[in-house]
């Protein structure tokens, strides 16, 4: 009958953990523009990144072989699944870094970061 007992109740608890791990879930970074680790031909018109529920973008920073880049067109600070910026200068041939942070939903800070080429 014991045996009976912890079996239920193990499963009972892996069913509560189960339904409870979808709440726990952090938005997620879905993709980059451009595509991480890829070489576009000639300076990109935005540089972003998408996630799988709404982010509040609180830093973007974008640097390459000549330093930090200017950005335009910087969205406002309205959470977002979507966040696209613009470089202010046609970028350079080199590799750039893409740093950033965000508040998600559940108040949570993330952050991660992608890198690119650009070629002539």
Request: charged share 20%; net charge negative; glycine share 14%.
């Amino acid at each position: 009958m014991k045996a009976y007992l912890k079996l239920g109740l193990a499963g009972l608890v892996a069913v509560m953990m189960g339904l409870s791990a979808p709440l726990m879930a952090h938005e997620g970074e879905l993709g980059t523009l451009p595509e991480e680790g890829t070489t576009v031909q000639g300076s990109p018109e935005e540089i972003g990144i998408y996630f799988d529920g709404a982010m509040r973008i609180t830093q973007f920073d974008v640097t390459g072989p000549q330093g930090r880049v200017r950005l335009v067109d910087v969205p406002g600070n309205e959470p977002t699944e979507d966040y696209r910026v613009a470089p202010a200068d046609e970028l350079a041939p080199g590799t750039y870094q893409v740093r950033w942070r965000g508040l998600a939903r559940d108040g949570h800070m993330m952050s991660g970061g992608f890198s690119f080429s650009v070629e002539d």
